[in-house]
Each structure stands twice: as structure tokens, then as C-alpha cells.
């Protein structure tokens, strides 16, 4: 009973509000039905893109091979390698951006093994080639950390860098005593090949200093740390050993004592260049845009700006309530009711203003106060 008088109630209310003015319709036109007719609103396509969002990069420097058994700066050396890359970029946010990238590089690195080992092989040499693809995510710190205030050029940015990707790598390793090309008795060098699968994952990240050059042009120093994930890496082989004078002779020979980790990594130092893409009629790279300080910005510029108009800059001498700018009867008498020039009024236009005129509404002589002559 009680549910259907709660049904009986609601019917009416339901079929006003389809009847309703108020009622909201779906429509596929802008300004939609949520927003107020004044509302600026627009779909947003590739058209109505202020600024640039894609770019590519290329660069290189040179590359060490560190935190390894075998490596590339010593106390008496520095072994140079080289690594290049180029990258198609993508500015996702003004603060956050994504890089697809591609690195060939070549590190040299020298070790010694310890005791007589060391002292019939001397120093050895080993040499890593390595071609990695990665994904790499950007963050802007310049433009995280922006002060809403700093209306300064805006031409240099501090970035970070980080990412995961795929490597193949070739290594090999030279000495005078095992690893060496000999008939008598047989010796070759070491060598190790990875090839670039899903089992070849390695790891990276970095910093970089940017300079906005121009609309199309950006420059950077960047350097990266690559984390191998391979003992291989550095040409010493697969052999996970520590140096116990006390072992078996075979383990006193594996370069992997000489710094007992489970990843070999290098570090590359580049120079790179960025070619931002897009229209011409584009503004400047999303990367180098602060929406929050553009904001704060223009809030600024319009609270400081100056009054280019100035209401009644002569004044109103006659008091009359029209500005003397505009106002055609500069003198008229005080009280007298005026129109939107200035002028008072003659309601019956027998020549006597309203203020003097005895009868208003009928046309007189001035002689007679306005009004007619019996």
C-alpha cells in the first residue's frame, strides 16, 4: 500500500521534469548542456595544438665500462670507448615525457689477475661491444620546480632520465698467458656473445642539461648509468669466483675474482641535439611550457596593467550630471533637468526651459513665464 502511494506521488514529479526547460539533452555540439552558453569550449585535435610535442634526437660520446672486474679507468690509464644513439621523443605533460632509443656503443678495459697468474698473463685487454633499444621516461625537474614568479627567459632545463630496454653484446678478452691465440698448446682468446632477447634485459638512468637553441633546435649534455645485469658484460666470461690463494689453480685464473659481482655496468657521457617537429604555426616545445606560470603570469600582467580609458576627464562644471567631454550647453542653470547631451529641457518648445517655464505643457511667450496670453 504504502509503495504504490509512493509510486502515485512520484508520477507527476517525473513527467514535469520531462517536460521541464531544465531538462538535459545529449548533444554531440559544443558548448555542451554542462557547461554555460559563454563557455569557450572546443574539441581538441591536432589542429588546436598550441605547442610541439614530438622531436628527435641524436648524439653521442664517449663510453667506460665500470664496476666490473675488468674496467675502463685505472690509476695509471683511461681506456676510451665510444656510444651513439638516436631517439624518437614524445612530450606527454610539460613536466613528463617518453623516449623510444636506440644505442650502439664499444667499451675498452684492462685487469690484472693477482699472484703468478697475474704475473704470466700480464695486463689483459677486453673490448664490449654492445646495441641496446630502449624505452626511456623523461622528467622535466626545470620545469617540476618553476617558480610561478620567474618571468625570466626561459632557455635551460634540468632533466632525469630512466628506462628499461633490450641488449645484444660481443666481448672478448686478450692476455699473454690462456686467453691467446696459440697452436703450442692450444689457447684462444675469451669470447662471449649475447644476443638481444627477452632474457638480455638491462637497466638505465641519467641526467641531462638542456638549451633552447631555438623553436626547432634543442641541445644536450647527458650522461647515463647502465646496469647490465650480466657478468659477461665486461669480457671476464661467466665465471662467479673470489681469489683464494689456497684454491684450485683453474679458479685463479677466471678474471671474475677481480671484483666478485652478479652485473658488469658502464657509463656513457654524450652530446646530443633535438629536432622538434610539428607546424610552423605552432609555438615552442611543450617541454619549455609552464601552464601555472604562464597562468600567474597573465594574472600579473592584468593586475598591473594601466587604465586606457578615463571617465569624465574634463569634469562637470555645470553640475548638470553630464561630463563636460560630451556635454553641449556647458552653462545650463542649476536645478534645470537636462537630456543626455546636456541641454535643458522645453517640454511645450516655446523657447523657456522647464526650470522657468510657469506652464510646461503649453507653449507661452517668454514674457510671460511661458505661458499663453489671455
Known amino acids: 500500500m504504502k509503495l504504490g502511494l509512493l509510486l502515485l506521488a512520484t508520477l507527476p514529479i517525473a513527467a514535469y521534469a520531462q517536460d521541464s526547460s531544465t531538462t538535459v539533452n545529449s548533444s554531440t555540439e559544443y558548448p555542451n548542456t554542462f557547461s554555460s552558453g559563454s563557455a569557450n569550449v572546443q574539441p581538441f585535435n591536432n589542429k588546436a595544438k598550441r605547442f610541439r610535442d614530438w622531436s628527435i634526437s ?62 704470466l698473463a700480464g695486463v689483459a685487454t677486453a673490448t664490449t661491444q654492445f646495441d641496446q633499444v630502449s624505452l626511456l621516461g623523461d622528467i622535466n625537474f626545470s620545469n617540476l620546480l618553476r617558480r610561478v614568479d620567474n618571468h625570466s627567459p626561459y632557455r635551460w632545463a634540468f632533466h632525469g632520465y ?10 672478448s678478452l686478450h692476455d699473454n698467458d690462456r686467453n691467446r691465440w696459440s ?41 647515463m648509468y647502465l646496469i647490465s645485469g650480466e657478468q659477461s658484460f665486461d669480457g671476464s666470461g661467466y665465471n662467479n669466483s673470489s681469489y683464494d690463494p689456497a684454491a684450485p ?36 616545445h ?21 587604465t ?3 571617465v569624465c576627464e574634463k569634469g562637470d562644471k555645470d553640475n548638470d550630471g553630464v561630463c563636460d567631454d560630451w556635454d553641449r550647453q556647458l552653462d545650463t542653470p542649476a536645478g534645470a533637468r537636462v537630456d543626455g547631451a546636456g541641454v535643458a529641457l522645453d517640454m511645450d518648445l516655446d523657447g523657456v526651459i522647464d526650470l522657468y517655464d510657469k506652464c510646461v505643457t503649453v507653449p507661452g511667450p517668454v514674457e510671460n513665464n511661458g505661458c499663453p496670453v489671455k
Open 58 to 119: 641524436v648524439g653521442g660520446g664517449p663510453a667506460f665500462m665500470v664496476h666490473s672486474a675488468l674496467t675502463s679507468i685505472n690509476k695509471d690509464k683511461v681506456n676510451w670507448g665510444y656510444n651513439a644513439y638516436i631517439s624518437i621523443d614524445k612530450q606527454i605533460s610539460h613536466t613528463f615525457g617518453a623516449s623510444i632509443m636506440y644505442t650502439r656503443g664499444e667499451t675498452k678495459q684492462t685487469g690484472q689477475l693477482p699472484g703468478l697468474p697475474g704475473q
Open 162 to 171: 630512466g628506462g628499461i630496454g633490450l641488449q645484444a653484446y660481443r666481448t
Open 183 to 223: 697452436d703450442n698448446p692450444k689457447r684462444v682468446p675469451l669470447f662471449v656473445r649475447k644476443e638481444l632477447d627477452f632474457g638480455s634485459l638491462y637497466y638505465q638512468f641519467g641526467l641531462g642539461l638542456k638549451y633552447n637553441v631555438s623553436k626547432l633546435i634543442d641541445v644536450e649534455a647527458r650522461t
Open 249 to 284: 689453480v683453474e679458479s685463479q685464473y677466471r678474471y671474475t675474482i677481480l671484483n666478485n659481482k652478479r652485473s658488469y655496468n658502464a657509463w656513457t657521457v654524450s652530446l646530443g641535439v633535438s629536432f622538434k617537429l610539428g607546424k610552423a604555426s605552432q609555438l615552442t
Open 286 to 306: 611543450l617541454a619549455w611550457h609552464d601552464p601555472l606560470q604562464e597562468a600567474y603570469y597573465r594574472t600579473n600582467v592584468l593586475e598591473n596593467a594601466s
Open 308 to 310: 586606457d580609458f578615463v
